[in-house]
């Protein structure tokens, strides 16, 4: 395992009915219809969720490992980096862990540069890992798939939601009919940022986009001529996809100076679509569940120079 260096950051979370009734009326102002309340996970393992793990309870964490410096200008390939290693640097259990959340796939593995929608969970040495990956085909499309080889690696990046992956008290958020201009997270944290200001509060969780059309992005293979940041989005490549698509995201109100990346969301489904989430393209049809937990503690692994 390469040891790459750790900061770690306890976090003071706000309790769960606190941050329900807070999203409960500050969604109204982004959703002709908006409800959020502290509920029982439903078993994600069951579809339309399709998580490795029936909850998002017990020891919750969030790891922010490198970062989009090292895609571009040009990919740094010696950062490629292991699910189960960065579970062990997040100090998770030893009997049972589980993360969910949004990255860049394992290039080595993959044979090209990809998304991935991080799902893997362990019980003991049984790993179960539901890890799907995003890329782009011979004909420019988009393929959405599992992971080659039951691989449980990733490389340059990723954006981890971490627990025991046991069933308990969630934040439920139902939203349709979007009025504002903002996605439904970047929704979530203007309302975090209002009322907590500097206090971070960082969340991670599931979401599915039940009804409707979504923009997601897909990473083509790496580029051969180095990228600046603004010619990033010419190179990536956008699709609008269909509902249902199961939604990983890890998000944080604000950044307390460990150079975070400030949400990230990637997206799978069964029907062959998935990739990174925008927003919605169907405000009046779109239609959301999410179920989110607080993450306790913070890791910020090889953040970038
Ligand atoms: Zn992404």
Redesign the pocket.
């Known amino acids: 395992m390469h040891n790459w260096p750790t900061e770690k950051l306890s976090l003071q979370a706000p309790n769960l009915s606190e941050l329900a009734s807070l999203l409960d009326s500050g969604l109204k102002a982004y959703f002709n219809h908006a409800a959020s309340s502290v509920a029982a996970c439903p078993d994600l393992q069951q579809a339309p969720f399709h998580l490795a793990a029936s909850g998002i309870s017990g020891k919750e964490c969030i790891a922010d490992i490198g970062g989009p410096p090292n895609l571009h200008p040009t990919p740094k390939l010696d950062r490629k980096y292991s699910l189960l290693d960065t579970m062990k640097e997040m100090e998770m259990n030893d009997e049972r862990g589980f993360v969910l959340g949004?990255?860049?796939g394992p290039f080595h593995v993959v044979g090209m540069n990809s998304?991935l929608m991080p799902n893997l969970s362990y019980e003991g040495s049984k790993i179960r890992n539901l890890t799907h990956l995003a890329k782009i085909g011979n004909k420019d499309e988009c393929i959405c798939e599992p992971v080659p080889s039951n691989s449980t690696d990733f490389a340059l990046m990723a954006n981890l939601f971490g627990s025991d992956g046991i069933r308990g008290d969630v934040i439920k958020v139902v939203a349709r009919g979007r009025i504002g201009k903002l996605n439904v997270i970047a929704a979530i944290q203007e309302i975090l940022k209002t009322k907590y200001g500097q206090r971070p509060v960082s969340i991670g969780g599931v979401f599915i986009i039940k009804k409707g059309k979504a923009l997601l992005h897909v990473m083509p293979d790496f580029s051969l001529d180095p990228l600046e940041v603004n010619q990033v989005k010419d190179w990536l490549r956008f699709f609008e996809m269909s509902a249902p698509l199961v939604c990983l995201t890890v998000f944080h109100s604000h950044d307390p100076g460990l150079n975070l990346r400030m949400e990230?969301t990637?997206c799978f489904s069964d029907h062959g679509e998935g990739g990174?989430y925008h927003n919605d393209t169907t405000p009046d049809e779109v239609e959301y569940e999410a179920y989110f937990n607080t993450a306790k503690v913070l890791y910020r692994i090889d953040q970038p120079e």
């Open positions: 949004a990255g860049a998304e990230h990637h990174h």
